[in-house]
Every structure is written in structure tokens, then in C-alpha cells.
């Protein structure tokens, strides 16, 4: 059995429920009284991919503007990111580009899924599932719907993810091997 361990990076706008999802996740609860990120926290959080152990190192990142020259540094050696905004709050969304160019700028070529958090909120959706896919679509990424509340879909994107990164190291070892291969002949 291999064993990985995977940097994630948990970035979005304050209150798209970033902190809610890893809960979710690793704690398997939900508290819906909402606290701010102040900085940065992170959780670990083990799973078995095929015949791979995977620990998942989650680094949830506070989304308000105060903390932007701090954010950056925990980017650093991150394997993968969520990108993620509330499907409640048209702003979130239109915050996905900046949010993107931020991640992209600091550790490129990371693989990322674009989260769209708190569909348990149908009546107060303004962002549609279509929407949200049209613009993973655009980014050349997935795209999944979440909800923290009720655990939909939370389990379900991080394995996609943890997959995804596990595919791509398949891939550059593949790549890798190739290349020593041609040298050496």
C-alpha cells in the first residue's frame, strides 16, 4: 500500500462555509454557529483511495480582505484547492476569478474543484447548478454542490479530489520515467 499525504487549500469569501465543509468532513458534525476563520486553521483527515493510504492535510483559509497578504504563504506546497462560494450570495461567485488568480499566482499547475456550498438553501439560491458547471467548465476544472448542513456531497468532492491529485502524480511519474527512459537511450 502507498502512502501519500496531500496539502489542500480551502479558499473563498467569508461565510461561503469553508470552515463548515472540513468540519463536515473530518468531524463529521455541523455547528450552525458560525465563527470566522481569524487566519488560518487546518485538519488532518485519513482516507483509502484504491490501495492508497491518503492523509489529507485541509488548511482552511479566513476570507476576509484582512487577511490577504497572510493567506499566500500557507498556498506553498499545497497538491490541491477548493474554490468555493455560496450559491446564496451572488457576490461569492463573482468573487471566483479573484480567488482563482490568487491560488494560480502562488502555486500553479495544482489541481482545483469549484465548490458551490449551501444548496440545503434552495429557496434563497441565486447561483444555479448550471451556472456553477459552465464556470468549472471555463477554468478547465470540476465542479460539485455542497451541502454542509446535511453532509451532501462532502465526502463525495474530497475523494474526488484526492483521486484527481493521485491520477496526476500517476501521470508525471509516467512522464517522468519516459523522459530517463529517452535519455538513456
Given at each position: 500500500?502507498?502512502?501519500?499525504?496531500f496539502?489542500?487549500?480551502?479558499?473563498?469569501?467569508?461565510?461561503?462555509?469553508?470552515?463548515?465543509?472540513?468540519?463536515?468532513?473530518?468531524?463529521e458534525?455541523?455547528?450552525p454557529?458560525?465563527?470566522?476563520t481569524?487566519?488560518?486553521?487546518?485538519?488532518?483527515?485519513r482516507?483509502f483511495?484504491?490501495?492508497?493510504?491518503?492523509?489529507?492535510?485541509?488548511w482552511?483559509?479566513?476570507?476576509?480582505?484582512?487577511f490577504?497578504?497572510?493567506?499566500?504563504?500557507?498556498?506553498r506546497?499545497?497538491?490541491?484547492?477548493?474554490?468555493?462560494?455560496?450559491?446564496?450570495n451572488?457576490?461569492?461567485?463573482?468573487?471566483?476569478?479573484?480567488?482563482?488568480?490568487?491560488?494560480?499566482?502562488?502555486?500553479?499547475?495544482?489541481?482545483?474543484?469549484?465548490?458551490?456550498?449551501?444548496?440545503?438553501?434552495?429557496?434563497d439560491?441565486?447561483?444555479?447548478t448550471?451556472?456553477?458547471?459552465q464556470y468549472?467548465?471555463?477554468?478547465?476544472?470540476?465542479?460539485?454542490?455542497t451541502?454542509?448542513?446535511?453532509g451532501?456531497?462532502?465526502?463525495?468532492?474530497?475523494?474526488?479530489?484526492a483521486?484527481?491529485?493521485?491520477?496526476?502524480?500517476?501521470?508525471?511519474?509516467?512522464?517522468?520515467?519516459?523522459?530517463?527512459?529517452?535519455?538513456a537511450?
Amino acid at each position: 500500500m502507498s502512502q501519500f499525504i496531500f496539502k489542500i487549500i480551502a479558499i473563498g469569501d467569508g461565510t461561503v462555509g469553508k470552515t463548515s465543509i472540513i468540519r463536515r468532513f473530518v468531524h463529521e458534525e455541523f455547528n450552525p454557529k458560525y465563527v470566522k476563520t481569524i487566519g488560518v486553521s487546518h485538519a488532518l483527515k485519513r482516507l483509502f483511495i484504491g490501495d492508497n493510504d491518503v492523509t489529507l492535510t485541509i488548511w482552511d483559509t479566513g476570507g476576509q480582505e484582512l487577511f490577504d497578504c497572510v493567506r499566500p504563504q500557507y498556498y506553498r506546497g499545497a497538491s490541491g484547492g477548493f474554490v468555493i462560494f455560496d450559491v446564496t450570495n451572488k457576490d461569492s461567485f463573482d468573487h471566483l476569478d479573484k480567488w482563482f488568480n490568487d491560488l494560480n499566482n502562488q502555486c500553479s499547475g495544482i489541481t482545483i474543484i469549484v465548490i458551490g456550498n449551501k444548496i440545503d438553501l434552495e429557496a434563497d439560491r441565486v447561483i444555479s447548478t448550471e451556472e456553477g458547471e459552465q464556470y468549472a467548465l471555463q477554468k478547465g476544472v470540476k465542479f460539485f454542490e455542497t451541502s454542509a448542513k446535511t453532509g451532501e456531497n462532502v465526502i463525495d468532492v474530497m475523494e474526488e479530489l484526492a483521486k484527481l491529485i493521485l491520477s496526476e502524480r500517476k501521470v508525471k511519474t509516467s512522464e517522468k520515467t519516459k523522459k530517463t527512459v529517452d535519455k538513456a537511450t
